[in-house]
């Protein structure tokens, strides 16, 4: 089965990558997403300065999924800036994630990496573990005046990663400022931000950052992740390229985000807890899934979701 994806005129060999943040922090991590099966190298989303991120423990997983308070460990721009060259030799598309923790610190960090020339970049307005600073994409005002300091440092295809949205109207508040942004493609969905997990054995939080509360992922999302997908897709007319990133544990679940209208897929919790060779096993899954419904590839079945 050719699971080959197309984003924003950028050709991934496969659709299936690492969301930025799993398994993507320092070199040995990312050149062994290259050497991979992936279909594409993200990084960690980056800060001006290196970060060694929030206390530990600050990662927890369990069966429906996970919580985490990462708080943004990241090697600094720089030094990214200088490994993406490097990155680009593994012959599949290499994915900047860019973040920051003041507004200033977007356009300064995208001119760098711009210049190193990733394939795509990803701005991501929706990391919900740095303490006392809120997800820049729950405000659409913030949201724009920053994608709009970031757009002409970026000469590549220019996504944006966003937190779930949990109304139409926010949808449609948010759909109508991107449209205004110059935006190229979108990542769907960040963690869902500021849960809390509790050990009722121990009578504990989970996780040490921020009293326990942290971004969930894995299973217990994936409709929260469907639903902001298919909301996009709609409300761009299908034409916005959008990854959906979300709960995807099997081929199945990748297959109800590309019904949904996501052109490829990332994963973070399944990352994590089943190392690369998750990779491998979620290609076959889709492919038979794909073969068994009738298609024969992605584009085939990209956003044919039937309602009732
Ligand atoms: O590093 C993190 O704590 C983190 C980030 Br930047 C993000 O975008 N999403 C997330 O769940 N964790």
């Given at each position: 089965m050719n699971l080959s994806t197309t984003i924003a005129g950028v050709t991934f060999p496969g659709c299936f990558m690492n969301a930025a943040?799993?398994?993507?922090?320092?070199r040995e991590e990312l050149e062994a997403l290259g050497r991979s099966v992936a279909g594409a190298i993200v990084t960690k989303s980056m800060t001006i300065e290196a970060r060694t991120g929030?206390?530990?423990?600050?990662y927890y997983g369990f069966p429906e999924g996970s919580i985490n308070?990462?708080?943004?460990?990241?090697?600094g721009y720089r030094a990214y800036a200088e490994l993406i060259p490097q990155l680009k030799r593994f012959g599949k598309p290499v994915i900047a994630s860019v973040a920051g923790?003041?507004?200033?610190d977007f356009p300064t960090i995208a001119e760098t990496i711009n210049a190193a020339q990733p394939d795509l970049i990803e701005v991501n307005?929706?990391?919900?573990?740095?303490?006392g600073k809120p997800q820049i994409g729950y405000d659409a005002d913030t949201s724009e005046r920053v994608l709009k300091r970031v757009r002409p440092k970026i000469t590549v295809p220019m996504g944006v990663k966003l937190p779930p949205y949990f109304d139409p109207a926010h949808h449609q508040v948010m759909g109508t400022m991107l449209g205004r942004c110059g935006i190229d493609f979108l990542n769907l969905?960040?963690?869902?931000?500021n849960g809390l997990v509790v050990d009722p054995e121990r009578e504990t939080?989970?996780?040490?950052?921020?009293?326990?509360?942290g971004g969930l992922g894995g299973r217990l999302i994936k409709p929260v992740a469907l639903a902001n997908v298919r909301a996009f897709y709609k409300f761009f007319g299908g034409k916005m390229p959008i990854i959906g990133t979300g709960g995807v544990m099997s081929g199945s679940d990748a297959f109800e985000h590309i019904l949904c209208g996501a052109s490829a897929i990332q994963v973070g919790t399944v990352l994590v807890e089943?190392?690369?060779?998750?990779f491998p096993r979620l290609e076959a899954e889709l492919g038979a899934v794909l073969a068994r419904q009738g298609y024969r590839s992605i584009q085939d079945c990209r956003g044919r979701l039937k309602e009732l």
């Open positions: 943040g799993a398994l993507c922090v320092t929030n206390p530990e423990p600050r308070s990462m708080g943004l460990p990241n090697l923790l003041s507004e200033e307005l929706s990391c919900p573990n740095i303490p969905i960040n963690s869902v931000g939080v989970v996780i040490k950052p921020k009293g326990g509360f089943e190392g690369l060779e998750v």
